[in-house]
Structures are given as structure tokens and as C-alpha cells.
């Protein structure tokens, strides 16, 4: 049975005291105070823990198909007979649908059922992968991935979506949202350590074989435990939204991921790149005209959702910067293998989980501006700690504790990010909030590398001077977003 999302505002709260404290998350318009009282800590009901279970698990699948077959590219490369340019597309097939259908697949579970969305997505997922480990000739497994990324499409915002309409605003979303970002960075983490792992004693195939596995597990449980929710109200599609921020992502995420293998020079990158500007501009334009519009500008100019997703932006691509930096460091200066550069990376995951339990009960009791801010301001400042990377085995002790500790600042940002961009709005447009915040994820995770990565490898000082250039721009570029946010969320609340 369908269960309808009311569409009228949530009742009015009794007012407060001009002197009384909040408990819960920032409220716009409402003075925060400098302190809080401890929250209660958020019970999950076993049914509430299951269902929680089947969502994270399922966004736990697609953080790890980012990276687990990256080590495995040039073993996958000589099996099937694919080139060095061959290669590129094993991960621009999954990016380009998993990042250019995300606000289109949003915007459909909140027309026709994101339960039915997600299962839909989770079932594509699991055949794609499949057909990906059974890869016959580069053409199946190019296909498999591509559909592997339609899938993550379709099940990233619906999922998310899910939980937030699940779970209320207040400290239970707030812990629910905080275990999730734990498992997206832990999901992205242990691909990386697990790819090469799997590569050397099963062959490339079974990291493809791993997420078979994960939507055999997931999808069975799915049905029984998530409850369908919509707009009741039967709204309009918007076609010329829909194709024209579709076919933006499209060109825009092919001509940055094209560009971080390939330099920007190629004739397709000069062709995508402004052709994807060009269509996003007319995305916007269109909007402002559209009866019933894919993505309502009134929503992008609330200042939580604005102010939200550019945190999730910047931590996504900066720190995506740096994983991609210290990879080409530890094994081209420090010559450490592909398995001693894994584990290196698995710190960063351990105190990545450590932040996460206790992230949720942070964000509700300080609130979710602060801890934005103050975890972009952890994560650029360890990040400066890298400008001391010499060529000594000290300087590998400090990378790996610098980036794990970065990545606990990384982690608040993500579940803070998640929860400013998606506080406020009605249960009716979730699915299209958290499609903006998922679109955010993957564009962060796309552009950092092309747009700064490209600095290691060609300043003139060598890998070791352009890591440090690269560190000092990250550095920078994420202080200036704390202090963005901290300011822009300050003044909109007064």
C-alpha cells in the first residue's frame, strides 16, 4: 500500500522564549546559542535499524564502486584486450550516467515512488554488475558499468530521500545521516585498499563480483521494510529541464574526467566543456519559466540549500584532490607499493569511522553551520600540514596521519553538509533536495582532480613541488569556503 506525503506545511511550533535553547538543528531565522544542552541520545526501533541497514548498505555499494576497480584497471586492461585510452572509459562509462541522471532521478521517485525507483535502481545495479564480472570483450564490460551508473543514479537520491523522510529532522535523522556519511567515506576508503587486495588472489573480476554480491544481500530486504512515498499531487514532468540539466551534466562531467587523463587540450574536451556551461545556462533559464519546474529556483536560493551544497562541493573535490595527489606521492617519491599505499589510505578510513559515531549527536547538539564550518576549517588546516612532505620515511608518517585526520574533518563535513542542505524542506521535494546534494558529491568528486590534480604532474619543480603547490590551493580553497559559509548562514539568519 502507497503511503501519500502531505503536501501542507508540518504545524507550526509552539514559540519559544526569547532566553529558551533549541535542541535540535539550526532553524533559519532563529538566534543560535552559544551553547546547547546535551540531546538525548537518538533510539532507532529494530524495524527503524533495518531499514536503516538496507539504505546505507545500498549507498555503502555505490561509494565502493568509485574506487575498487581503480587499482585493477591495468590487470582488467590486458585480460580484455583494452588500451591505455580504452581504459579511461572503464570509469567515465559508470560516471557519466552515475552523475548526469542523479537530479532526473530525483525529481522521478518524487513524481511516481522512490521506493519503486530505488528498487528498480538496486535490481539494474546488481544485473549490470554481473554482466560486468562475466565481461566477455570490452564492449560487455563497458556496457555493464554504464548501466552500473544508471543504477547508482537512481538509487543515491532515492535512498537518500528515503532516509530523510524516514527519519524526522531532529537528532534521529541527524545520527542516521552521520552513519551514512560514515559508510559513503568508509565505502570509498575501502575501495581503494580493497581493490588491489582482491586483484592480486581472485583476479579483477571479483571486485565486480563484489557488488553482485552487496545487491544480492540488499535487494531481497528491500521490499519488505521500505515504505512507498511520493507527491500525491500527479505533477507534470519538466522535459526541457530535465534535457537540458541531463544533457549539461553529461557534456560537463565527460569533459572533466576526459580532462584529468588526457590534458584539456583534446578537441572533445573543447567541445564539452562549454557545451555543458552553455546547457546548464539554459537549464536555468528554463526553470524560471517552467509551470512546474524540475528544480524550483525558490529552492536554490534558500540560503541552506545554497550554502549546504557548496560545503559539500568543496569538501568533496578537495579532498578527492589530495586522495589523488598523495596516491601519485607515496608510490612515485616514496616508491611504496600498491598495497603499502592502501593500507596508508586505510588510517584515513579507521578515524574516518571513529568520526562518524559521534558526528550525528555533534551536528544536533552545536548545530549543522557550526560544524560545517568548523570541519572545513579542520580538514584545510590539516591539509597545510602537507606542505612539510619531504623525501624521508617521516614524511609518510605525517601524510598518513595529515590525511586522517583531514578526513575526520571531511566526514563532519559530509553528514553537516547533507543535513544544512536538506533541513527546511517540505517531505514532498526531498527526493529533489537530496538529488542536489548527491549531483554535488559527484560533480565535487569530478572537477577536484581534472582542475587541480593536473599541477602535480606538470609544474616545473617536479611530483614533490607540485604536490605542494597542489596542497597550498586545496588549503586555500577550502579555508575561503568556511569562512563563505560561516558568514553567508550568519547574516541570512539575521
Known amino acids: 500500500m502507497t503511503t501519500e506525503l502531505p503536501l501542507a506545511p508540518p504545524p507550526a511550533r509552539p514559540a519559544l522564549p526569547e532566553n529558551a535553547t533549541h535542541t535540535g538543528k539550526f532553524a533559519p531565522g532563529a538566534a543560535s546559542p552559544s551553547a546547547r544542552p546535551e540531546p538525548a541520545a537518538p533510539r532507532f526501533t529494530p524495524r527503524d535499524a533495518l531499514v536503516l541497514f538496507v539504505l546505507c548498505a545500498a549507498q555503502f555499494m555505490v561509494a ?18 583494452m588500451g591505455d585510452s580504452a581504459l579511461q572509459w ?22 511516481y515512488g522512490r521506493r519503486r525507483l530505488f528498487l528498480g535502481g538496486l535490481a539494474l545495479f546488481g544485473a549490470a554488475s554481473l554482466l560486468a564480472t562475466l565481461a566477455w570483450n570490452p564492449v560487455a564490460f563497458l556496457a555493464g558499468r554504464a548501466l552500473q551508473g544508471l543504477g547508482a543514479a537512481a538509487i543515491v537520491p532515492t535512498g ?64 519488505r521494510l521500505l515504505a512507498e512515498s511520493r507527491v500525491p499531487a500527479r505533477t507534470r514532468l519538466d522535459i526541457p529541464g530535465a534535457l537540458s540539466v541531463t544533457g549539461g551534466l553529461l557534456a560537463l ?24 556551461l552553455v546547457l ?11 509551470a512546474h519546474p524540475l528544480v524550483s529556483l525558490g529552492m536554490l536560493r534558500r540560503s541552506t540549500v545554497a550554502f549546504g551544497n557548496l560545503g559539500g562541493l568543496v569538501t568533496f ?55 560545517l564550518v568548523g570541519s572545513l576549517l579542520l580538514q584545510g588546516l590539516t591539509t597545510l600540514a602537507l606542505l ?60 577536484g582532480i581534472p582542475l587541480l590534480g593536473v599541477l602535480a604532474t606538470t609544474t616545473a619543480g617536479g611530483l614533490a613541488s607540485g604536490v605542494r603547490l597542489v596542497v597550498l590551493v586545496d588549503t586555500c580553497v577550502v579555508l575561503a569556503a568556511a569562512v563563505l559559509i560561516a558568514v553567508g548562514l550568519r547574516s541570512r539568519r539575521s
Open 388 to 447: 612539510g612532505l619531504g623525501a624521508g620515511t617521516a614524511s609518510v608518517w605525517l601524510a598518513t596521519g595529515a590525511v586522517a585526520v583531514a578526513s575526520a574533518g571531511h566526514l563532519g563535513a559530509i553528514v553537516s553538509y547533507g543535513v544544512t542542505a536538506t533541513s527546511g524542506v517540505p517531505d514532498a521535494e526531498q527526493g529533489l533536495a537530496t538529488g542536489l546534494v548527491t549531483s554535488t558529491q559527484q560533480v565535487g568528486i569530478t572537477i
Open 64 to 81: 565502493l564502486d568509485f574506487s575498487v576497480l581503480n587499482v585493477a584497471l591495468p590487470v582488467l586492461g590486458r585480460d580484455l584486450g
Open 253 to 276: 562531467i565527460y569533459a572533466l574526467s576526459t580532462a584529468a587523463e588526457q590534458g584539456f587540450g583534446r578537441p572533445d574536451v573543447l567541445v564539452a566543456l562549454p557545451l555543458g
Open 317 to 371: 573535490s578537495m579532498m578527492s584532490t589530495i586522495v589523488f595527489v598523495l596516491t601519485l606521492w607515496f608510490q612515485e617519491v616514496q616508491h611504496l607499493s600498491a598495497f603499502r599505499t592502501g593500507l596508508a589510505f586505510g588510517v584515513q578510513g579507521v578515524l574516518s569511522v571513529l568520526a562518524g559515531l559521534v558526528t550525528g549527536r555533534t551536528v544536533s547538539r552545536f548545530g549543522a553551520r557550526r560544524v
Open 160 to 223: 537518500m530521500a528515503l532516509l530523510t523522510t524516514t527519519f524526522p529532522e531532529g537528532p534521529r535523522r541527524d545520527r542516521a545521516l552521520g552513519i551514512s556519511g560514515t559508510l559513503l567515506s568508509l565505502g570509498f576508503t575501502l575501495g581503494m585498499v580493497g581493490g588491489g587486495t582482491l586483484t592480486d588472489l581472485l583476479g579483477w573480476r571479483s571486485t565486480m563480483g563484489l557488488l553482485t554480491l552487496f545487491a544480492v544481500v540488499v535487494l531481497p530486504l528491500a521490499p
Open 280 to 290: 546548464l545556462a539554459l537549464f536555468v533559464r528554463v526553470e524560471s519559466r517552467a
Open 90 to 111: 572503464a570509469v567515465t562509462a559508470f560516471a557519466l550516467p552515475s552523475g548526469g541522471f542523479l537530479l532526473l532521478s530525483g525529481r522521478l521517485g518524487d513524481l
